[in-house]
């Protein structure tokens, strides 16, 4: 059975740091891309990071540029998140692309996504 866990989300205050995880079971990074989206409230689900160890291409949206680190070790994708600000409290989901092991990272779609995490919150308090 295939599943992705994500781990890592609580309670930080503004200007801290998160490490969120994401655990496949089921396959390994090899047969699928990572990616990571977050949905805040009142708001759309935004795809915001994305990883393929297949070429090695990494993804960030803007708005997370230069505070967030993508990375993958033995079987496991994290999600380094630095300085964090209040606009960061969301949940943050993991999810699964094979088109993107394929053809490498890009913007994460929700269409591409074959398989999702249930989601871990952050919550920043300022």
Do not use: H
């Amino acid at each position: 059975e295939v599943q992705l866990v994500e781990s890592g989300g609580g309670v930080v205050q503004s200007g801290g740091s998160l490490i969120l995880s994401c655990a496949p079971s089921g396959f390994t990074l090899d047969d699928y891309a990572i990616a990571w989206f977050r949905q805040a409230p009142g708001k759309e689900r935004e795809g915001i990071s994305c990883i393929s160890t297949n070429d090695g291409t990494t993804y960030y949206a803007d708005s997370v540029k230069g505070r967030f680190t993508i990375s993958s070790a033995e079987n496991t994708v994290y999600l380094q998140i630095n300085n964090l600000k209040t606009e960061d409290t969301a949940v943050y989901y993991c999810a699964a692309s094979e088109l993107y092991i394929e053809y490498g990272c890009a913007e994460p779609d929700f269409g591409a996504m074959d398989y999702w995490g249930k989601g871990t919150l952050v919550t920043v308090s300022s």
